[in-house]
């Protein structure tokens, strides 16, 4: 098989001979294959070993035709050598064990040299590429700011991130502060993917939607601009996502990513005005359309797809991750299906 | 005191002494004296007990300097005998204790008439309005479709909406027919609510903005567009208010509805130009906003004011409810402040 280059290219707004197209959690509980390594070992063991975090990473590659595999990990593996301890609780997602809640709390957080204490991540970079032996490009990727500042200071996932906006509006610095310390970091460990073998970034900032577009400006674009610009300064593709994001599309693409995610309470073209046509585009099927009946599955992505005809630059994803009760086949006959639409 | 008419006024988009304030939740938690009762009553049993409820829907009404009051209910209170009994379980919220899933499910939920099952809501109305005595306007309220069937089909608050989008995608019949049951109860509901002495309606459809904008017209729009005819047909003011919604307000408002809300996700006046000045504006004011300096939260108000200056119609509000830890004394605070700025 030879070399798929397809979704680089559409990174770079260059033609392409079919839509490249990936999904968000295509490594994944939805996944049988996935589901057996699960069943054998905790989420963070497969994140940190990197044999099993590779093998993960590939198994979507061998069933789905993807024209990228993306790094098997979590935003917040981060958290830990920072010193912020957490665990994955089962149907309850991720619990940290002392919430960041004070300036005192910021104080002692530590910087780290992602190298070393997250080395078994750049293992798996190195071991995922040698197997891939380039049929698809590797995607890495991080958290953004203020998704990460929000799980690290709710100790959870919240539905209003009424803690995390108490402090950024109580008490800024601090915010400021936690918020500088994660671009460092993340700016630091996302060239160390970069040169470790990922071929593209991106740049997760899934719970941006819940601020207002001044408070975007204010709190979480200054921390992100500077990690786009790290990631940019490496030289491969940066892609820059958010979910609920309407009303700040414009902003985000000022912050930076040569690609902008947009989920499906948008159109895509309507994004696409927004982001600028100097910037290629990834979205934005809503992931629960994979549940239900694969024509109204179909009928989504070539709108699509429609949308997005005219002009090169459209990566096809979802407007988040796949959904873990979602049927692996829906997705191979998703996949299959856009590169059909020429 | 005489009669304080600038609510009502500005829903006609009539000019005003004053920009007319009030606040979602702002009878709850947040307040000591709610609290006092809560100690000694479940939720249920105040929204069920005239006496308690209308003490409750008061309690803001002495503290506030509010320019409306608002029925102290729940949405969900109409589940029960439509056939789908719940409960509200501390720390999580609603719990339905059999989701509707299937069409069976919706065979089997029952009409009913609310001036009977739902009487003890109307008996709170005619002792709030007695007890009010017209120092301000009462404001009734009802679930839309999208959000009462997202209780009943998820069984709860949900984060991703999925069983609701699936039951939606894969069996759209069944939907409608859930959603038609739910219009014609509210429909109905709300009626009967005017009839008992309500001076204007509130339509919540507070998770709409999960859905795209072509699904919000297929499954959320034809279902609430009766309801706000029925509504309409009343001729009291209707305000039709949702969450998340930047890309779904034209259509919100072509929906209907004499006033429309908006979040903080948005610019005031970007929203009121996209519903058109031919309707009042409620919001939209993150209620987050009300956990920090005082400072903040004013300067906050001070650019929705500014957005909304130039013509009559904005009513001030949060873009959602007040938080259970929000302090009274800024929301007093933000009541004057907006009731100083002319």
């Given at each position: 098989m030879g070399v798929n280059d397809r979704f680089l290219r559409a990174c770079r707004r260059e033609p392409v001979d079919a839509t490249p197209v990936w999904f968000?959690?295509?490594?994944?509980?939805?996944m049988p294959e996935y589901r057996a390594i699960r069943a054998r070992h905790t989420l963070l063991d497969i994140c940190r070993q990197p044999e099993l975090a590779a093998q993960v990473t590939l198994q979507p590659v061998d069933r789905i035709d993807v024209d990228a595999a993306i790094l098997?990990?979590?935003?917040?593996?981060l958290l830990a050598p920072m010193g912020i301890p957490f665990d994955f609780v089962k149907g309850e997602g991720p619990v940290i064990e002392r919430p960041v809640r004070s300036a005192d709390d910021v104080d002692h957080l530590r910087q780290f040299e992602p190298r070393d204490e997250l080395s078994h991540v750049l293992e798996t970079i190195t071991l995922v590429r040698k197997e891939l032996e380039g049929r698809v490009p590797l995607i890495g990727f991080a958290g953004a700011p203020f998704t990460l500042a929000s799980y690290a200071i709710e100790g959870g996932p919240s539905s209003n991130y009424a803690k995390t906006k108490a402090l950024m509006y109580g008490e800024p610095k601090v915010w400021h502060k936690l918020c500088d310390m994660f671009a460092s970091i993340v700016g630091d460990y996302l060239v160390a993917q970069v040169e470790a073998g990922v071929q593209a970034v991106q740049i997760f900032d899934?719970?941006?939607?819940?601020?207002s577009p001044d408070d975007y400006r204010e709190f979480a674009l200054p921390h992100t601009s500077r990690i786009l610009e790290a990631a940019r300064a490496t030289g491969v593709p940066v892609i820059h996502f958010g979910t609920g994001t309407a009303t700040l599309l414009e902003t985000m693409a000022t912050a930076g990513g040569d690609v902008i995610g947009a989920d499906w309470r948008i159109p895509l073209d309507d994004a696409w005005r927004l982001i600028g046509h100097d910037r290629a585009i990834q979205g934005n099927l809503d992931?629960?359309?994979?549940?239900?009946?694969p024509e109204r599955m179909m009928d989504g992505a070539e709108d699509i797809l429609r949308r997005a005809a005219g002009r090169p630059g459209h990566i096809f994803n979802l407007g988040h991750g796949i959904l873990p009760e979602t049927p692996v086949e829906n997705v191979q006959a998703l996949a299959h299906f856009v590169h059909g639409q020429r």
């Open positions: 968000m959690r295509q490594a994944g509980r939805y098997f990990s979590d935003l917040l593996l899934s719970w941006v939607g819940a601020l992931p629960t359309l994979l549940l239900g009946p």
